[in-house]
């Protein structure tokens, strides 16, 4: 999606953006950024004080498996921003692990992160979103939340499973408040997740793009963002499919 430099289409808008330290996270942040958003980027330390990040970017470190901290950014950020009009929750963790070799630690750290938090910060985001003029959430989630996966992912992709579903509860219940709330499910990119991922599954992710290459980070963070903004006004319950996979 082509867009000229001087297109600052999200102009005024206030935007938190979860998992700001990794590979789409630093893309959404820096996009929001150039389209003339003021962003609040979260993540853990010692990720988040490090990561490159637009200078105007305002950092809120955060740890999102402590309920706490869920509930506490999404404040910290409206009192830098003076309220919110868009909320990504990007962050995730990955669990890869065979199913019969999964411990209580890895299917806690898979909802911590992955389903509660967004959860969380969904809730807390609300009295805010309201005040917006057009407010929306992304979820990013992932084809493993549908298929299960091709890697030993099962904790992942049940964990993102749920927050599809969650997407479609809460933009019923959000949307007579003209919030809207939509997951998105990215292709793959060249981030530390998918690096972490056996080169074999990596290659048969690559095989399946039918447009026969991986997609840039700033491309998803484009189409997420101009979505996200009025320009996607139509956009809430679904998930966006953006994988480009055999289908």
Same mark, same amino acid.
């Given at each position: 999606?082509?867009s ?11 935007v ?7 590979v ?6 820096a $996009? /929001?950024? !150039?389209?003339?958003?003021? *962003?609040v980027?979260? @993540?853990?330390r010692?990720? +988040? ?6 200078e105007?970017a ?10 706490d ?5 999404v ?17 995730a ?17 898979a909802?911590q992160?992955n ?9 807390e985001?609300?009295e805010?979103?309201?005040?917006? $003029? /057009?407010? !929306?959430i992304?979820?990013? *989630?992932?084809?493993a @939340?549908?298929?299960g996966? +091709? ?13 599809i579903?969650l ?7 959000y949307?007579?408040?003209?919030i ?11 981030s530390?997740m ?15 793009n039918v447009?026969g290459?991986l997609?840039l ?10 979505t ?18 055999a289908y």
């Open positions: 999606m082509a000229a430099p001087d297109e600052r289409w999200l102009s005024g808008l206030r938190l953006v979860t998992g700001a330290a990794g789409l996270g630093r893309a959404l942040v $996009e /929001a950024d !150039a389209r003339g958003a003021r *962003v980027a979260t @993540g853990r010692p990720s +988040i004080d490090t990561a490159a990040l637009p105007a305002i950092r809120v470190p955060a740890d999102l498996r402590e309920p901290d869920c509930r506490q950014v404040h910290e950020a409206a009192r830098h921003l003076g309220g919110l009009d868009i909320v990504v929750n990007n962050a963790t990955l669990v890869r692990r065979a199913f019969l070799e999964l411990e209580l630690d890895d299917l806690e750290a909802w992160v389903l509660r938090a967004p959860a969380l910060i969904m809730q985001s609300f805010y979103l309201r005040e917006a $003029e /057009a407010p !929306a992304v979820n990013v *989630v992932s084809t @939340g549908v298929n996966g +091709i890697a030993a992912v099962s904790a992942y992709g049940m964990s993102k499973a749920g927050l579903v997407t479609k509860a809460v933009a019923r219940e949307g007579p408040h003209g809207r709330v939509f997951a998105l499910s990215p292709p793959s990119i060249d530390e998918q690096r972490s991922l056996p080169a074999e599954h990596r290659e048969r992710v690559r095989s399946m447009l290459r997609a980070p700033e491309e998803v963070a484009r189409f997420t963002l101009l996200a903004s009025g320009a996607g006004g139509l956009v809430t319950g679904t998930m966006v499919d953006l994988t480009a996979t």
